[in-house]
């Protein structure tokens, strides 16, 4: 089966998945902001290949899923509302892997609804400190300025992340999402500072995977995270891309494989 595109009619309004659902447990997958589901495209087909139902959720307010109803949101509304996604997909459960922000709303999902929580593959873990936490906390929308003095930035820091043959169109595709997210963009942001991470890491009971590359934003965090939480299976990669998921996404399914098989 190819990878399909759905929406999903929910409690909270309409959310917009990729998936390739074949006979194996469940794998959820929740991007970073402004990402979307686009952001896991090219790592559905190979996990569905080593036997896993794959779906690949908008969170909401980014990529094509409706925004939380109420305009802004708590990191546990979004814990909802993903296990809310997890059954209306047919199932009794899933893995989540998760990233940046994705992982904050799987941690809360599986505190929240441990039931519904396999485990966790937690990839770059914005366990923030003190400085990032409150900006985080209190981020505006956005300003692209006249000449889009913002956006160009982020397409020359994306560009030069990646390999020649994929820059083109990871760089437009994540373009494409922070426009599409607009004034959304800082919810999911807001609402994950606002939590408390080091509780959540306590409360988790879920076999839990935390790994990063050594050249990722968010590698002090997710080291933090490691030692905090010890019963975790910590791996750093030293890949030279930044993109994993478009340049390895073999190499990284069958690491999320070996974990999930034990």
Same mark, same amino acid.
């Given at each position: 089966?190819?990878?399909?595109?759905?929406?999903?009619? $929910? *409690?909270?309004?309409?959310?917009?998945?990729?998936?390739?659902?074949?006979?194996?447990?469940?794998?959820?997958?929740?991007?970073?902001?402004?990402?979307?589901?686009?952001?896991?495209?090219?790592?559905?087909?190979?996990?569905?290949?080593?036997?896993?139902?794959?779906?690949?959720?908008? $969170?909401?307010?980014?990529?094509?899923?409706?925004?939380?109803? *109420?305009?802004?949101? *708590?990191? %546990?509304?979004?814990?909802?509302?993903?296990? !809310?996604?997890?059954?209306?997909?047919?199932?009794?459960? %899933?893995? #989540?892997?998760?990233?940046?922000?994705?992982?904050?709303?799987? @941690?809360? %999902?599986?505190?929240?609804?441990?039931?519904?929580?396999?485990?966790?593959?937690?990839?770059?873990?914005?366990? #923030?400190?003190?400085? @990032?936490?409150?900006?985080?906390?209190?981020?505006?929308?956005?300003?692209?300025?006249?000449?889009?003095?913002?956006?160009?930035?982020?397409?020359?820091?994306?560009?030069?992340?990646?390999?020649? !043959? #994929?820059?083109?169109?990871?760089?437009?595709? !994540?373009?494409?999402?922070?426009?599409?997210?607009?004034?959304?963009?800082?919810?999911?942001?807001?609402?994950?500072?606002?939590?408390?991470?080091?509780?959540?890491?306590?409360?988790?009971?879920?076999?839990?995977?935390? /790994?990063?590359?050594?050249?990722? *934003?968010?590698?002090?965090?997710?080291?933090?995270?490691?030692? !905090?939480?010890?019963?975790?299976?910590?791996?750093? /990669?030293?890949?030279?891309?930044? /993109?994993?998921?478009?340049?390895?996404?073999?190499?990284?399914?069958?690491? $999320?494989?070996?974990?999930?098989?034990?």
């Amino acid at each position: 089966m190819s990878i399909r595109r759905r929406y999903l009619d $929910l *409690s909270w309004g309409q959310a917009h998945v990729m998936q390739n659902l074949e006979a194996g447990p469940l794998i959820l997958c929740l991007h970073k902001v402004t990402s979307a589901s686009s952001f896991f495209q090219r790592l559905i087909d190979p996990l569905a290949d080593l036997g896993y139902s794959v779906a690949a959720l908008d $969170l909401a307010g980014y990529g094509m899923s409706d925004p939380p109803p *109420s305009g802004e949101a *708590s990191l %546990a509304w979004y814990g909802d509302a993903t296990v !809310e996604v997890i059954q209306a997909l047919g199932f009794s459960s %899933a893995w #989540l892997l998760g990233n940046k922000t994705g992982v904050s709303v799987a @941690m809360r %999902a599986a505190v929240d609804h441990p039931e519904l929580v396999d485990g966790l593959l937690l990839w770059s873990v914005p366990y #923030l400190f003190p400085e @990032m936490q409150d900006y985080l906390a209190n981020e505006k929308v956005p300003v692209f300025g006249e000449g889009g003095e913002a956006i160009l930035k982020r397409w020359q820091k994306t560009y030069r992340s990646c390999s020649p !043959e #994929l820059a083109e169109l990871v760089a437009t595709r !994540e373009v494409g999402e922070a426009l599409l997210a607009n004034h959304n963009h800082p919810i999911a942001h807001r609402a994950l500072a606002r939590d408390d991470h080091g509780a959540m890491l306590k409360a988790i009971t879920q076999r839990t995977l935390i /790994f990063a590359n050594r050249d990722d *934003s968010l590698l002090a965090e997710t080291q933090r995270t490691a030692k !905090e939480m010890p019963s975790a299976t910590y791996t750093e /990669f030293d890949w030279p891309v930044a /993109f994993l998921a478009d340049e390895r996404p073999r190499e990284l399914a069958e690491f $999320l494989d070996k974990f999930i098989r034990g």
